[in-house]
């Protein structure tokens, strides 16, 4: 599954993790198309998120992940 988070802080310093973009997140996608690359696995990805306003329109958001993967895997 393709899915990224980001972890922010709220006010009593607990983190909070929030969905976002595919790449735009701590995901460590360098290390995960490495070993793809190395791997040569030729497999499907689906691209996931549990961010209720991205799955209401998830247009953008499936586009943006699209893209990101396709710019960064070749």
């Known amino acids: 599954h393709l899915k990224d988070k980001k972890i922010e802080k ?5 983190d909070i993790v929030i969905d976002v973009e595919v790449g735009s997140g701590v995901a460590n996608y ?6 793809i690359k190395k791997e040569k696995w ?3 990805m689906s ?12 247009t953008k958001f499936v586009d943006v992940a699209a893209k990101f993967f396709k710019e960064n895997v070749k």
């Open 47 to 58: 691209i996931e998120t549990d961010n209720a306003s991205f799955a209401q329109e998830p």
């Open 30 to 35: 360098k290390g995960l198309i490495a070993e």
């Open 10 to 14: 709220s006010q009593d310093g607990k």
């Open 42 to 44: 030729n497999g499907v």
